[in-house]
């Protein structure tokens, strides 16, 4: 589930004094917005507060309100919008601060929450090969101590697999187009290179020139029709953003995100196959550019959309050191080039915009809000409109008060959501 940053800046006003939402009834000027319900308000009722434009021409910006006619339930802004303004726009009111420095409260408030309010973080950045000794960094992303660590455990055979080269101990099956293919085979000291097995296939990119590896596979056009189909591979490339996968299917290709240049990544893509396919090809790409060199093991094509290193195993015996830097220490050393998948708990979304999607509840996004009017209170004292310094300090302590209560009965459990960080 997730809520809306918009919805917890809305709340916040609610708490804070007052929040009354607005649509135009009819066009305005770049200084009016006519909104007709709001004939039920006298004169001036909405004196100081502040006009948020939700959509339209202007939306984003933020202006004080000037005055309210009753008659005509026009507001006045002292300050112009971008545009005129116009039937069916959306617009906010908020009382006491403008949302934009409510939403600078709440990127606090998240900090504050943790752990109550958090989400399982899972990092598959690392890998084995990065480690120095038998200690890895926690990434940044995982707040305090791992919760799980699980380490990479090849697929084995029998998996369903329709590449004719899936270990890549061979140039065998592979089609190169402006790039050169050969094995390199293990030896003594090769610790990064292969990943699997006795071999890999090095692959050289020329300059200036788009280069691709077709790869030889066994599935039948008609039979995938209407199918969705993934191709993978590990790569090992220190060059970053320039290696793809894909899958054509005659019509269309589909592509994977690029490699991030930090030695074996899984790159993975999916694609629906097309009703009137005419091949299949799953492939690695590199764009054109200075020439560099990249490596191939371990690959597979087969129908769904997972990625598919499935089996992996759990580390039960290892330390978290957190003195000087945050880092795991492992019982054993652990086999070379090995993906880690390391859990734990993570920090909400840092709600930066209105249309930030929050990984909280309803009930979550109460606490949230609560915590955010305490940091504006904290914050923007002197800034707030209709509120006196001793009103606000007195408000401050209420909301510190329902906060305890509401912490204790949501826990402080971390939520079932799960965010990949690559």
Known sequence: MAVTTQTVVQNVARLLGGFQAVTATGNGTSTTVVDTNLKN???????????????????????????LVQSTGTLTVE????????????????????????????ATARHRTFPALSKLVEDTSLMTNALTGT??????????????????TPVGEGVENFLSNADAESTDDLTATNVTLSLLTRTTGYTDVPKYGSGAVKVVAGASSVGTVAEGNTATVADMRGIALS????????????????????????????????????????????TNASALTPAVSNTSSAAF??????GWFYQ??????????????????????????????LPHNRQLYMQGQGLIE????????LSITEQQAELLAIVGAIETLKR?????????????????????????????????RARNIRVVRA
């Open 41 to 67: 308000y006298v004169n001036d009722s909405f004196a100081s507060w502040w006009l948020r434009a939700t959509s339209g021409t202007n939306d984003g910006e933020e202006r004080r309100v000037k005055s």
């Open 79 to 106: 300050t112009a919008f971008t545009a005129s303004t116009a039937t069916n726009d959306t617009f906010e009111l908020h009382k006491v601060l403008s949302p934009a420095r409510v939403i600078e409260a709440l």
């Open 135 to 152: 200690r890895v960094t926690v990434p940044s992303a995982i707040e305090g101590r791992p919760t799980a660590i699980f380490l990479e």
């Open 231 to 274: 191709y993978a591979r590990w790569v090992y490339s220190l060059t970053a953003s320039r290696i793809t996968v894909q899958i054509n299917d005659g019509i269309g290709t589909t592509s994977s995100s690029t490699h991030g240049g930090t030695g074996w990544e899984l790159l993975h893509v999916t694609r629906d196959i097309v």
């Open 293 to 298: 060199t990249y490596f191939l093991d371990q």
């Open 304 to 333: 769904g959309t997972k990625p598919p290193m499935r089996f992996n195993h759990r580390l039960e015996h290892w330390q978290y050191h957190d003195r000087v830097t945050r880092e795991v220490e492992f019982s054993d050393s």
């Open 350 to 357: 840092e709600p930066t915009a209105y249309s930030t999607s």
């Open 380 to 412: 923007w004292r002197n800034q707030l409109s209709g509120l006196s310094r001793d009103q606000a300090v007195e408000m401050q302590a209420d909301f510190e008060r329902d906060l305890a209560q509401k912490k204790h009965n949501l826990g402080r």
